[in-house]
């Protein structure tokens, strides 16, 4: 077998208008899969997008002990963060924001007329989300 053979699905192209397609899709839950590296020798990683409608924010969770990178394509997120929630920082467009394993945290779309759009990188690719009933703090620390 030659290299042009042994190459020719050593890439995968993955257009935006099919992941659009999945993310409108009207049986599915804002969310769609670019890739996921496994056995490839990076591990479980999970490389998608995410929205959040307009006035919208997710439950309080963590990941286990896995990491996460969002960047937000459009719109402006606020996301809370620490046991009760009582850190916050408001990310807009091209801002990424890293979460350490475990940290307790909660993403929220503040615009009540515009959906934020989310890539996201995390190490595992079983969307493990653990749920915590937290009563965050009225009036949380802003962290730039």
Known sequence: MDKQTVWRDGVRIVRGA??????????GIGRATAAQFIGGGAGNVWIGTV????GASTGAHHHAQH?????????TAEIRWGEQLEF???IGSGD??????????????????EPVDFLVVRT????????????????PETVA
């Open 124 to 139: 595992d690719a079983a969307r493990l989300a653990v749920k915590l009933a937290v009563d965050p703090v009225a009036i």
């Open 67 to 75: 990491e996460v990178l969002i960047q937000v394509m459009h719109g």
């Open 96 to 113: 990424f924001a890293y979460f350490v394993p475990h940290v307790p945290h909660q993403e929220r779309n503040p615009n009540a007329s």
């Open 18 to 27: 099919a992941l659009d397609r999945e993310m409108r899709d009207p049986a």
């Open 51 to 54: 929205t959040l409608a307009p």
């Open 88 to 90: 916050a920082c408001t």
